[in-house]
T-cell receptor, first 116, second 109 residues
Framework: NAGVTQTPKFRILKIGQSMTLQCAQD?????MYWYRQDPGMGLKLIYY???????DKGEVPNGYNVSRSTTEDFPLRLELAAPSQTSVYFC???????????????FGPGTRLTVL | QQPVQSPQAVILREGEDAVINCSSS?????VHWYRQKHGEAPVFLMI?????EQKGHDKISASFNEKKQQSSLYLTASQLSYSGTYFC??????????FGKGTRLHILP
């Protein structure tokens, strides 16, 4: 199993440009998440999904969009990039049964994004 | 609601013990503990579930006080490899895990 994969690893954007961060998992996990981590700071939840076709906002969703058309993929879209979106972005996945707590989250290696 | 972690940073000598605390203002369903080394992704350590079940790690243990809405992570006889930033993530039965700001642990030889 590849686990959670993210592409690209690094990216530099100009202000106002758009891009999509890709995330895929091959563990058949129903839950997927996007976090951002600013230098020296904790993880902030951007969006999450509890299954294909279902997404919900986290703590800091403004400026981002997501979709979940398949169980495996959970892309994060940045529209009109701003310097405040310079961060490391982590995708994660986990399994949760109905009525159960969320199990271990597996994190991808991260995407380092700089907006200039 | 972001959980609050304390202390913010700890410096220990190899072999010493450490306790990291995590508290929430909301009722907790589960608490997740992760460790992150510089430049790497967070790695799972422990989940504590409401009702007392604990899924753990060899030399690291944790407690979960549901009434106080708190969890503590115990690292005993610390090793150099324990260095890193420790995050607690709390789940409030709303399907999402919110992480604290982290506790930086530095182990000296």
């Amino acid at each position: 199993n590849a686990g959670v994969t993210q592409t690209p690893k690094f990216r530099i954007l100009k202000i106002g440009q758009s891009m999509t961060l890709q995330c895929a998992q091959d563990m058949n996990h129903n839950y997927m998440y996007w976090y951002r981590q600013d230098p020296g700071m904790g993880l902030k939840l951007i969006y999450y999904s509890v299954g294909a076709g279902i997404t919900d906002k986290g703590e800091v969703p403004n400026g981002y969009n997501v979709s979940r058309s398949t169980t495996e993929d959970f892309p994060l879209r940045l529209e009109l990039a701003a310097p405040s979106q310079t961060s490391v972005y982590f995708c994660a996945s986990s399994y949760s049964g109905a009525g159960e707590s969320t199990d271990t989250q597996y994190f991808g290696p991260g995407t380092r994004l700089t907006v200039l | 609601q972001q959980p609050v972690q304390s202390p913010q940073a700890v410096i220990l000598r190899e072999g010493e013990d450490a306790v990291i605390n995590c508290s929430s203002s909301k009722a907790l369903y589960s608490v997740h503990w992760y460790r992150q080394k510089h430049g790497e992704a967070p790695v799972f350590l422990m989940i504590l579930l409401k009702g007392g079940e604990q899924k753990g790690h060899d030399k690291i243990s944790a407690s979960f006080n549901e009434k106080k809405q708190q969890s503590s992570l115990y690292l005993t006889a610390s090793q150099l490899s324990y260095s890193g930033t420790y995050f607690c993530g709390t789940e409030n039965r709303d399907d999402k895990i919110i992480f604290g700001k982290g506790t930086r642990l530095h182990i000296l030889p």
